[in-house]
Nanobody, 125 residues
Framework: QVQLVESGGGLVQAGGSLRLSCAASGSIFSINAMGWYRQAPGKQRELVAAITSGGSTNYADSVKGRFTISRDNAKNTVYLQMNSLKPEDTAVYYC???????????????????WGQGTQVTVSS
């Protein structure tokens, strides 16, 4: 059974930083690209960052230069370092495996239909 457990969210002022973590089942982590998604109230879930098993990365334009995705294959964990946070970054953040098409296109649903509980990020102005 696939398990994805996100953590690290919180309330931060604009300009601040947070580091999110996602612990993934070992059986999926080593063979999949992983991505961070977010969903704001009333909006569709969107992919904000992705990383291949080899460490190549891709970012949505809205977060490029501010967010950094990384992974620790030994710990089956993917991270999202978020700097210079803006109120529009407020959302619930989720992780999931992503397909090759999703990685290169920057759009698409996660590989696994069962999502974790997510972690809330709230940025105050």
């Amino acid at each position: 059974q696939v398990q994805l457990v996100e953590s690290g969210g919180g309330l931060v002022q604009a300009g601040g930083s947070l580091r999110l973590s996602c612990a993934a089942s070992g059986s999926i982590f080593s063979i999949n690209a992983m991505g961070w998604y977010r969903q704001a109230p009333g909006k569709q879930r969107e992919l904000v960052a992705a990383i291949t098993s080899g460490g190549s990365t891709n970012y949505a334009d809205s977060v490029k230069g501010r967010f950094t995705i990384s992974r620790d294959n030994a710990k089956n964990t993917v991270y999202l370092q978020m700097n210079s946070l803006k109120p529009e970054d407020t959302a619930v953040y989720y992780c999931n495996a992503v397909s090759v098409r999703t990685y290169y296109s920057g759009t698409g649903e996660g590989v696994f239909g069962s999502w974790g509980q997510g972690t809330q990020v709230t940025v105050s102005s």
